[in-house]
């Protein structure tokens, strides 16, 4: 796996001109993509937990997480294809898990999306349940949730 650090890939927090640039990544990157309407009502709800990953000012992949009343929620994770394989959805993930309080993070993903699968493995998501033809065209979704523990800080008085 080639990384893109050398690359200077910077996380920001999404802005509301960058609603189009991650409208496109949606549409090459899923079977069944969210319209740019809902992109834009996820990026007004969520401005804290809606990165986007850019490289040489050109945004080249995406996350979000929206927040639930009893959990939160990782709506989405896109990179471009030509930046896939390079870190860049991992950085994004490490960045928003960074962002959490304490509690659960759950998900759905594609059970054919074996590359997803295995990031979200990796980093410790297990396997909570199959929504069964979850997607427009039929297909199961694999719930996974990961359980987040903020660590405490420890502040000593001497």
Known sequence: MESLA???LKIREV????VTAISEIEQISFEDPFP???LSQLA???PHTFLVAVVRDKIVGYAVIDKWPEQEHLVSIAVIPESRRKGVGQALLDHLIEKMQTGRLRLE???SNKTALELYRKNGF??????HNYYTDGEDAI???KL?????QILATI
């Open 36 to 38: 740019t309407y809902f």
């Open 15 to 18: 802005r509301t001109d960058d």
């Open 126 to 131: 297990i396997q909570i349940g199959v929504a």
């Open 148 to 152: 987040i523990e903020t660590k405490q």
């Open 143 to 145: 719930q996974m949730e």
């Open 109 to 111: 993903v594609r059970r």
């Open 6 to 8: 050398t690359q200077e």
């Open 44 to 46: 007004d709800a969520n």
